[in-house]
DNA sequence: CGCCAAATGTAGCCACGTCTACACTTTTGT
DNA sequence: ACAAAAGTGTAGACGTGGCTACATTTGGCG
């Protein structure tokens, strides 16, 4: 993963995308994670860890695990036992997240993508696209009413 | 990274994205390597190690452990001390991704997207577009002009 | 030719994401 | 109320992709 000690200092232009796909790598979990428990939280009133773990294609303690980064990154708070739950930070990236994820289906939708290969090329794709990208995502979906 | 035991095997179609993504994922690093190492030896006539880290902005021992794993997976070949070559395999990955790298900054570009962030989202991006994606990307390219 | 700088190899550290296996707690059902 | 089932915690293993530090080889140049 991104150990990111710092390693662009001096990095070429060329290099410049990977550096960013790392970093956007590197959060792409975060933001499965907020996204999925919020989901769970608005449908059934919580998020279990068995639930999460199951929507998300894993196994319980690899849920765990990434709930513990969650915590340990001030997005997620949990006490032993109980249900998941987003903080304030975590609900705005989940909100921001959501947001993103359906413009970028949208997008592929609106470029002639099936719905199916949409739905599940954008879960890899939407971490990737940055601020400027999406606005322009926007844009374009808005110019197509 | 996806140790992919199988995991698979009854996950729900919400988890579909998400395996997806990971797969993808663990192919990323090694499409990268292969596209950069041929666009070297195009350059240059051959792939020297430090030339390789400095593009892929990581130190020579990150690309030489991942040039072990290119070996190791039949995409590339080297003897210590010299450049680093492409096999069959590994051609053939560099042409697929180096044409799917130029079909998503298009894609980006026509829908409006500044150029400089479609270079860099694209690095990302072009390891979650599948082929139904991709030909999708193409058939909007060509109704453009 | 021989030396020195640059390139490459290699060892070893760390964080992460995945898994299995097992321990423990909570919930459910009779 | 208690036993069984379900959920959760936790330890430990593994592969990966970063890094630093140091050893070795190559190659160019005086
Ligand atoms: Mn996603
Ligand atoms: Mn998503
Ligand atoms: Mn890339
Ligand atoms: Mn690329």
Redesign the interface.
Known sequence: MPQDTH??HE??A????????RT??SV?LLE?YTEMIDDLIHEHGEARLTDIA?????THPTAAKAVARLKREGLAVSRPYRGVFLTEIGVAMAARVRLRHRVVVD??VA????AE?????????E????D??LG??E??LKARG
Chains 1, 2 share one sequence.
Not at 14 to 21: K, P, T, V, Y
Not at 117 to 125: K, Q, V
């Open positions: 390693g662009d990095a070429p060329r290099a410049e995308g990977f550096n960013h796909a956007a790598q792409a499965d199951r929507l998300m294609g894993v997008l592929l470029v002639g993508v099936p290969a949409a739905e599940i090329d954008a879960e890899g794709i971490h990737h696209v940055s400027a990208t322009a995502f844009a374009f």
